[in-house]
């Protein structure tokens, strides 16, 4: 059980937090007809709640949103308001933290300031604060409220924050003579459940929304431009700016389309934007969200559009095995990937490496895992031996390789051994194996001691069919 704020599970020792955000809203953040789109019922919403909790997810994080994007999907037309929605689910959930998105213009800071008490008790100290100055014309209009500004509704949304960062720590009643409100005498209790301010996340790109919560709050919530670089530097733009430790997190959107193979999943984006997407919707939110988004994303109008009806934030599309190899060396990464066939995506998995340097692993390359290793700049593949896939899980420096083929029984664990020298391939060795070959357990060697040159570490995996089977720890030796 947490102690303080600091010990829930938001503020946890993972450096890279996950979050679901938008599933108060009908359609999530695509704009598609897709049926399968995303249904925000309220039983929904508190399955996909402990789902996230139980799988250890640090957040649940809602839009605040009081107008959809019209076409035929009108997503985020049909939302559960925020405060109450954060209330509900933090009374079904054990650890994860929960947010309310609050548009400060639109609600008074008293009576806020204690709906917001109210949602951390019943969370025992784990909800948090999305604070929203606003953007949305129609919205302000439904309210009754001026839009003014841009930089005028952060002036706004200071002043609100103050007030309500008095109401949460102030014992005793005080007068407020603000700008925008005048109040007398005010008092509220409870104060916050662990006596300290629930966690405060501000969502911007701008320069003022950039100040606003290096003053104000504990994380930033962004957008992921394209561009690798633009995200370097926009990351230091926000760190900058606040001072030393106080923003602990920057949380950004993005959706993910992962299928077993990449072409499935682009297959199924191309599905979701070009043959469901709700383009009606997209020219929507394109023409009502204005110059705002392309400041932002720097796209052309159709690949904007195109990033809006997949789901507005940053695109994952691939399989599950899409990946880049990278060394950590001299304290910095750096990425190595294998040669591939020409216009396939990057798929390079690295599994071990000697205390020599030489590095082992599997690439995905002309339709099959092909195992190499590496020693310097010279790079070996192994041979396809009776098998469509083969990886080579470790190796060290006197030349000794361990591995395995995906043969029709399962894996088939090998041994070669190399000249030190790196180059040509060595003799296959499987009569350690045959017992186990025999009691139709075939096993995936893991691992290669690296300076004891003929000795396996103990990790192994029996597999029984097809790549699945039970763990179990397995000690070999050869030679
Ligand atoms: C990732 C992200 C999430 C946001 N969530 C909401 C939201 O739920 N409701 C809303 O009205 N505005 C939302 N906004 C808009 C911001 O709160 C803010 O009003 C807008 O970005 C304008 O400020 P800026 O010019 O500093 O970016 C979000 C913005 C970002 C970048």
Redesign the pocket.
């Known amino acids: 059980m947490p102690q303080s704020r600091d010990e829930t599970r938001i503020y946890n020792k993972n450096k890279f937090k996950l979050g679901l955000f938008?599933m108060n809203c009908s359609g999530g953040l695509s704009l598609t007809k897709a049926p399968e789109r995303w249904d925000a019922s309220w039983d929904n919403n508190v399955a996909a709640a402990k789902l996230a909790d139980e799988a250890g997810l640090e957040f649940l994080l809602?839009?605040?949103?009081w107008h959809g994007y019209q076409g035929e999907s009108d997503t985020q037309g049909t939302t559960f308001e925020t405060l109450a929605w954060a209330c509900g689910l933090l009374a079904s959930t054990e650890e994860i933290t929960t947010f309310g998105?609050l548009?400060v213009a639109f609600v008074n800071p008293v009576f806020a300031a204690k709906q917001m008490v109210t949602a951390d008790h019943i969370g025992h100290g784990r909800f948090g604060l999305?604070v929203?100055?606003?953007?949305?014309p129609i919205?302000f209009g439904m309210m009754g409220v001026a839009l003014g500004d841009?930089d005028g509704?952060?002036d706004y949304a200071e002043e609100w924050l103050t007030i309500v960062n008095r109401i949460w720590s102030e014992p005793v009643p005080f007068d407020f003579d603000g700008h925008h409100y005048k109040l007398k005498a005010v008092l509220a209790k409870p104060k916050p459940w662990w006596g300290s301010r629930p966690i405060l996340v501000?969502?911007?790109?701008?320069e003022?929304?950039?100040d606003?919560a290096a003053r104000n709050a504990d994380c930033l919530?962004?957008?992921i431009p394209p561009e690798h670089d633009d995200l370097c530097k926009k990351l230091a733009f926000f760190r900058d700016a606040a001072p030393g430790g106080q923003l602990r997190n920057i949380?950004?959107?993005s959706h993910l389309m992962v299928r077993p193979t990449r072409k499935e999943a682009e297959d199924y984006h191309h599905y979701i934007v070009y043959e469901q997407g709700d383009w009606e919707a997209a020219e929507y939110a394109f023409k009502l969200r204005g110059s705002?988004i392309n400041t932002?994303l720097k796209a052309d109008e159709e690949k904007l559009k195109a990033r809006l009806i997949s789901g507005a934030?940053f695109p994952i599309v691939g399989s599950y095995d899409d990946a880049h190899g990278f060394v950590y060396q001299g304290g910095a990464y750096r990425t190595l990937d294998v040669p591939q066939l020409p216009g396939e995506a990057p798929n390079t998995q690295l599994n071990g490496i000697s205390n020599l340097g030489w590095i082992a692993g599997q690439v995905f390359t002309g339709g099959a895992w092909r195992g190499f290793w590496m020693v310097g700049d010279k790079l070996g593949f192994l041979g396809p031996v009776g098998a469509a896939d083969g990886q080579i899980a470790g190796a060290n420096g006197r030349g000794d390789i361990v591995g395995c083929h995906d043969a029709m029984a399962g894996f088939v664990s090998f041994n070669l051994q190399i000249p030190r020298s790196g180059v040509g391939t060595g003799k296959f060795q499987h009569a350690f194996l045959r017992e186990r070959l025999a009691a139709h357990q075939p096993i995936q060697i893991r691992a290669l001691a690296a300076g004891s040159g003929r000795c396996f570490s103990t990790a192994a995996r029996i597999v029984r069919g097809a790549h699945t089977g039970t763990l179990a720890q397995l000690p070999l030796r050869y030679g």
């Open positions: 938008g809602p839009i605040g949103r998105t548009h999305n929203v100055s606003g953007w949305n919205e841009h509704r952060y501000s969502a911007g790109n701008s003022t929304g950039r606003f919530f962004t957008t949380f950004a959107s705002r932002w934030g």
